[in-house]
Structures are given as C-alpha cells and as structure tokens.
Nanobody, 119 residues
Framework: QVHLVESGGGLVQAGGSLRLSCDAS????????MGWYRQAPGKQRDLVAT???????NYADSVKGRFTISKDNAKNTVDLQMNSLKPEDTAVYYC?????????????WGQGTQVTVSS
C-alpha cells in the first residue's frame, strides 16, 4: 500500500504561481512514475504532467511552458510548479503514482488539493 499526501493548493490571481507537493509513503515499494491530474467541476479527470523514475516527463498541451514537474527519488516526492496560472486551471489536483510492490505494479491516488485561479 502506498499513501499519497498533497499540499500547496489555494487561491491565486490569474498570472500568479503556486507549487504543489506530493509525498508518497509506504513500505517496500518503488516508484515507476508519479504525476498530477486535475478535475474541474462537471469534467473528467485529465492528465496534467507525469514523470517517470528515470526522469522522463510528459505534459498536457494546455500547461506546456507554464508548469514544471520535478521529483526527489530519495524522498519519493513530486512537485508541480505552476506559473502564469489561468482561470481555466481551476480544478482539484490529484497526485498519482504507479508503484511497484514485489513483482506487480499498482496505481494510487491522493485525496486532491483545490487550486482556484481568479480572473
């Protein structure tokens, strides 16, 4: 079992910045990938950015050039630096991990953190 805890959400004006953090904890696991998804009211949960254990990143087109994902392998944490925020970035942001426990891989989600961007 892997437990994810997010922090760093909040209210910010358009053009501002926020940094989200996610800590993964548990026992006897390794991280295949971590990332962030978001879900706005009435919409599906969409990928924001992911990063593999080897450091390969993937971003949604809508956030490229504005958001940066990074990780600390030693601490099993992943951060999302969000700059030039827009009202359409408003959503609940969920931390995600694909973790290997033994010979199998499992997907886990955090509880979510609200990001609200005012115009």
């Amino acid at each position: 079992q892997v437990h994810l805890v997010e922090s760093g959400g909040g209210l910010v004006q358009a053009g501002g910045s926020l940094r989200l953090s996610c800590d993964a904890s548990g026992s006897a696991f390794s991280i295949n990938a971590m990332g962030w998804y978001r879900q706005a009211p009435g919409k599906q949960r969409d990928l924001v950015a992911t990063i593999t254990g080897g450091g390969r990143t993937n971003y949604a087109d809508s956030v490229k050039g504005r958001f940066t994902i990074s990780k600390d392998n030693a601490k099993n944490t992943v951060d999302l630096q969000m700059n030039s925020l827009k009202p359409e970035d408003t959503a609940v942001y969920y931390c995600y991990t694909d973790a290997k426990i033994g010979v199998r891989s499992y997907q886990y989600w955090g509880q979510g953190t609200q990001v609200t961007v005012s115009s």
